[in-house]
């Protein structure tokens, strides 16, 4: 979890946030993201310029209002740009695309 990042001096002050959105993800079926993910895509997408004079109240609000479907596109994206994905032939390639 990046705490390094410049709103990260409040994270224990909207950890009860983020803890509600992860309860509601997973009333929708979404039990596979956690804190660090929904943090991370706070700190690397949504908070990606952070504000100088930010208040906790938007803070609060941004977390409260991360949609799903943003949450897991991010997590997706930063999932491939992990992997080392390459194709040893042509085959291989050809049967992915299919």
Not at 12 to 32: D, M, R, T, W
Not at 46 to 75: C, H, R
Request: net charge negative.
């Amino acid at each position: 979890m990046e705490k390094s990042h410049q709103y990260g001096r409040y994270y224990k002050q909207v950890k009860p946030a983020l803890e509600s959105k992860i309860e509601e993800f997973k009333i929708f079926g979404y039990e596979q993201v956690k804190g660090p993910e929904l943090w991370e895509y706070l700190t690397k997408k949504k908070w990606k310029k952070p504000k100088e004079d930010i208040q906790l109240y938007e803070i609060v609000a941004d977390i409260l209002s991360a949609k799903i479907g943003d949450v897991m596109n991010f997590t997706t994206v930063e999932a491939f740009k992990l992997g080392d994905f390459t194709f040893n032939d042509e085959e291989e390639m050809k049967e992915l695309l299919k």
